[in-house]
């Protein structure tokens, strides 16, 4: 089975790539579709989004795509940047200027009072269906940038259970507990009852 999967971040594309790979499908990438530009992401929520490039992706292609949203809920901010994550800190800014906007934007601002989600929404999309499977995790926003792995928010988002912020974990460390990680394996047991010969859950993913 082909799978596209439909987004223009490679960091994200990667983090998809390492969790797929277990399963029977070529996965393809949107390096092999250049004809498919920019997506207009217009809508007000992740799962609308997420179906917004999973449609788009599939109505060019015809083939099977997946797609995923994401977004950064600060507590403190009533939920700020959510579905805006990307453009936080303005049209085309990088990931560092997100995390500078972030940590300034915080400053002065109490551990307690630093809560965060991360969510992903994960949407597929084929001829027969829409499906879609959500992922979240809880910490906090650390008042500095910590590690080097991952990308994005990765080095100001604490996880308390394992005591570090995502980019002191190794991608397949953060594949294990992250949102997207935890929307994924959504996505795979729900696919698992479509296509049982594909997406069988493995034994010690159970
Ligand atoms: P596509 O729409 O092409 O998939 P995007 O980068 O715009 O790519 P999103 O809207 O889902 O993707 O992501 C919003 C931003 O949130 C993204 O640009 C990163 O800055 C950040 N982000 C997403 N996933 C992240 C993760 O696992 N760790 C840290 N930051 C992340």
Request: aromatic letters at 8%; one cysteine or more; charged letters at 25%.
């Amino acid at each position: 089975m082909k799978l596209v999967l439909a987004t223009h971040n490679k960091d994200k594309c990667k983090e998809m790539q390492q969790l797929l790979l277990a399963y029977p499908l070529q996965v393809l990438s949107l390096d092999s579709f250049l004809q498919i530009g920019e997506i207009i992401e217009d809508g007000s929520t992740l799962e609308e989004n997420a179906l917004i490039k999973a449609r788009e992706v599939h109505r060019q292609t015809g083939l099977p795509s997946w797609a995923d949203d994401t977004g950064l809920e600060v507590e403190y901010l009533n939920g700020a940047p959510g579905v805006y994550s990307a453009r936080f800190a303005g049209e085309k800014c990088s990931y560092k200027d997100n995390v500078k906007k972030l940590l300034q934007t915080l400053e002065g601002v109490p551990h307690i009072r630093r809560n965060a989600v991360f969510r992903t929404v994960i949407a597929f999309v084929d001829e027969n269906r829409e499906l879609t499977t959500e992922g979240f995790v809880e910490g906090s926003i650390s008042t500095l940038a910590k590690g080097v792995g991952g990308f994005g928010y990765d080095p100001v988002f604490y996880v308390p259970e394992l005591e570090k912020t995502y980019s002191e974990m190794t991608m397949t460390e953060k594949n294990q507990i992250s949102h997207r990680g935890r929307a994924i394996r959504n996505m795979i047991q729900l696919l698992g009852s479509h296509f049982p010969e594909t997406f069988q859950v493995l034994e010690d993913e159970a």
